[in-house]
């Protein structure tokens, strides 16, 4: 391997999740010399597994993972779903089928069902285009791929909409001007609300100004409207696609280089990071690879690194940014972190002896006599949507709307008799303080906490088909519940959004990728820094890291070195060239 002049060039990277990991396989790729100071005890950052329900599941509390894939109709190749066919890790398209109950507890007609389902969804896709008509963004760049090379912004054009104007704001409207039911009105509003499991806080926080921004959550054809693509296709698609084993495969996969080649230490936390500017250097005569960032860790030691790049989570940022940076970071970096909005999304594994609803549905079906079709394998809805539950007022008296996906429509070896809650705004924050008071010491609380949330999601699950409270098979063997909300290395969060009131989200997110790293050798990636509808995924996090790394390699001119695994042609992680 030819080496090149960065035997002096040493970059720092703050936090060993996806997007510093992708960026250490960049510069490394490079011949930099790399070290990763990360405060948990693992890679990984917001991707974790837990093996609590006898097999392993992904806890990771990302928008679009670590159980979603978002692919693109761009033409691009997704860096995630490539990942994921390299290393085999398997995906699972969810059949067209939904289950909705209303507020009643009574399960909707399907036709019913279909029909507002179908129309929601066009309503969402409308409010895309009318915020991005309105932010001159029709016409212009491929979201998912802006942003990605010079981080250079996009022409923009003040907005037209109002900056208090939610999504839910739009779908009552629009439901009023379609829907001459009162009830399938109501009905259509109430189903608006699954949007919170996307973006992690309730629909009317949504800013419609920014919906655009949000677009890789349309839906997605697979469940919607029951479209079907060919798993080989790596271009042109846009669908939802669920991992239905873990990310442990990809993870290890974006990690290998920084593994082989950085220098990584895991339990350091970072407590102070400062900066001499660039130009003060220059203006004293000393060279452009003059070490500038000193980073101050838990343990009393100090090391110097010529550039740093800080990947700590928005949250972590918001809390700590003050304190944490000296000299201060510049007025307009600060104010983004802190007009950003924070989503507080958790899951709610329930395993079960056997799937009693699969059962009843085969069942079901079978007595029908139904025909052969795609589906007929998988005859349970993909999808259940409890609307504004009136029947719990003893654990739900403020309604919140429950929705589970049916893990048991996984293929074998993958196929549990789980349901998978997304939980939201405050319902997440009620169930994180049932994990939190019930952090098991010894085995009365593990105890308590079954029995606490077992109490609160049994209205929901006992009202699906072939429920029987008598039957072992209905109670459940296992529940686990993520509490991020209470992580301190997360900022007690989840990951960005952008919510109504927010006048410039899109400059928000482009101050924190432009960071100060040509004056201050400061960088900042992550999925808040992430290309605009990327931002909350674990691509847009991926995609920031790898704009980072080649951004240092342009500042310092240097070329790829020899032998380099970054951007091989069939490579495992440089396809977004």
């Given at each position: 391997m030819e080496k090149t002049n960065t035997d002096k060039i040493h970059v720092g990277i703050v936090g060993a999740g996806i997007s510093?990991?992708?960026?250490?396989d960049i510069l490394l790729a490079h011949g930099f010399q790399v070290t990763i100071l990360e405060a948990r005890d693992r890679i990984g950052g917001r991707i974790c597994q837990s093996e609590e329900l006898g097999y392993t599941v992904d806890i990771g509390d990302h928008q679009s993972g670590p159980n979603w894939i978002h692919t693109w109709d761009s033409g691009e190749v997704h860096p995630i779903y490539h990942l994921a066919q390299q290393t085999g890790t398997p995906l699972h398209r969810w059949n067209s089928k939904q289950l909705l109950f209303d507020s009643e507890g009574r399960r909707l007609p399907d036709e019913l069902t279909d029909r507002l389902s179908t129309l929601l969804w066009e309503v969402i896709e409308e409010a895309f285009e009318y915020s991005a008509k309105a932010a001159g963004r029709v016409g212009g760049g491929d979201g998912a791929t802006e942003g990605r090379g010079d981080g250079k912004p996009p022409k923009r054009w003040p907005s037209t909409i109002p900056a208090d104007q939610s999504l839910y704001d739009f779908v009552k409207k629009r439901a009023a001007e379609l829907l001459p039911d009162e009830g399938e009105r109501r009905l259509l509003v109430q189903m608006s609300e699954m949007w919170g499991a996307y973006v992690g806080?309730?629909?009317?926080?949504?800013?419609?100004?920014?919906?655009?921004?949000?677009?890789?959550?349309?839906?997605?054809?697979?469940?919607?409207?029951?479209?079907?693509?060919?798993?080989?296709?790596?271009?042109?698609?846009?669908?939802?696609?669920?991992?239905?084993?873990?990310?442990?495969?990809?993870?290890?996969?974006?990690?290998?280089?920084?593994?082989?080649?950085?220098?990584?230490k895991l339990n350091t936390m970072v407590t102070g990071i400062t900066t001499s500017t660039r130009a003060s250097q220059e203006n004293s005569g000393a060279a452009r690879e003059q070490r500038a960032v000193s980073v101050s860790t838990a343990d009393g030691t100090s090391t110097v690194?010529?550039?740093?790049?800080?990947?700590?989570?928005?949250?972590?940022?918001k809390r700590n940014h003050e304190r944490v940076f000296s000299p201060p970071l510049p007025p307009r970096l600060s104010s983004a972190i802190a007009n950003l909005g924070l989503s507080i999304l958790e899951k709610v594994f329930i395993t079960f002896p056997s799937a009693f609803w699969v059962s009843a549905a085969a069942s079901a079906s079978a007595a029908a006599g139904q025909g052969q079709d795609d589906d007929d394998d998988d005859p349970f809805p993909s999808y259940t949507n409890w609307l504004s539950p009136a029947y719990a007022d003893d654990t739900n008296p403020h309604l919140w709307p429950q929705e589970i996906w049916n893990l048991a429509a996984f293929a074998a070896p993958n196929r549990h008799p789980t349901m998978l809650f997304y939980l939201y705004g405050d319902c997440s924050r009620h169930v994180a303080g049932i994990v939190a008071?019930?952090?098991?010491?010894?085995?009365?609380?593990?105890?308590?906490?079954?029995?606490?949330?077992?109490?609160?999601?049994?209205?929901?699950?006992?009202?699906?088909?072939?429920?029987?409270?008598?039957?072992?098979?209905?109670?459940?063997?296992?529940?686990?519940?993520?509490?991020?909300q209470r992580d301190e290395l997360s900022g007690g969060a989840s990951y960005c959004n952008f919510p109504a009131g927010i006048e410039a989200a899109d400059e928000d997110v482009l101050a924190i990728r432009e960071g100060c790293g040509e004056g201050r050798a400061l960088?900042?990636?992550?999925?808040?820094?992430?290309?605009?509808?990327?931002?909350?995924?674990?691509?847009?996090?991926?995609?920031?890291?790898?704009?980072?790394?080649?951004?240092?390699?342009?500042?310092?001119?240097?070329?790829?070195?020899?032998?380099?695994?970054?951007?091989?042609?069939?490579?495992?992680?440089?396809?977004?060239?």
């Open positions: 510093g990991l992708r960026c250490a806080e309730p629909v009317w926080t949504q800013s419609l100004r920014f919906a655009w921004m949000e677009e890789c959550c349309g839906g997605g054809e697979s469940f919607t409207f029951g479209v079907y693509l060919d798993v080989r296709m790596l271009t042109s698609i846009k669908e939802e696609m669920f991992v239905e084993s873990n990310y442990s495969a990809i993870l290890q996969r974006i990690a290998a280089p920084a593994l082989a080649g950085a220098t990584i690194f010529d550039e740093l790049v800080v990947t700590a989570p928005l949250g972590w940022l008071d019930t952090t098991p010491a010894a085995a009365g609380p593990q105890r308590r906490r079954y029995e606490l949330l077992d109490a609160f999601f049994r209205p929901y699950y006992s009202r699906l088909p072939g429920f029987d409270p008598s039957s072992a098979d209905c109670a459940p063997s296992a529940i686990l519940a993520t509490a991020w960088w900042f990636c992550g999925e808040h820094a992430a290309p605009f509808e990327e931002c909350g995924t674990v691509a847009g996090a991926y995609l920031s890291g790898e704009a980072v790394g080649r951004r240092i390699v342009g500042v310092r001119g240097l070329e790829k070195m020899e032998g380099g695994e970054e951007e091989e042609e069939e490579g495992r992680a440089g396809v977004m060239a």
